[in-house]
């Protein structure tokens, strides 16, 4: 009886545990794929960098940040890591460009447009 108790934990073990593959796997799913609308918004390597150029950009206050941020490349993608809630509302972006270069960036959501 205690071999037959032991063989059915260990064959109980060893069972693969779809739940929650599948929930994992369809979590992945249900995260909204976004891209760059067009190569006219340009992004921050950091939120402070970016507030910065929205202060010079909007109004004319301070000076543009002379590196850190650049053009996003249209068409790249995104998924928005988090969107911290301020007086402007900024997100913190991981962008995919080429299928393989990721960077992680700041920007406004209006950038992006969702896709399917």
């Known amino acids: 009886m205690k071999y037959l108790i032991q063989l059915l934990t260990i064959s109980f073990l060893l069972q693969p ?53 650049f053009k996003a490349n249209s068409g790249a993608k995104a998924i928005i890591l988090q969107c911290p809630e301020s007086d402007i509302i900024l997100c913190q972006f991981r962008l995919e460009s ?15 447009r969702e896709i399917e």
């Open 98 to 112: 080429g299928g393989t270069n990721t960077i992680e960036v700041w920007a406004s959501k209006v950038m992006l």
């Open 17 to 69: 545990i779809p739940l929650l593959a599948d929930k994992t796997r369809q979590n992945l799913h249900n995260i909204p794929q976004y891209e760059v609308i067009d190569d006219s918004y340009q992004v921050c390597l950091s939120e402070q960098l970016y507030r910065q150029l929205l202060n010079f950009s909007l109004y004319g206050v301070g000076k543009p940040p002379t590196e850190g941020c």
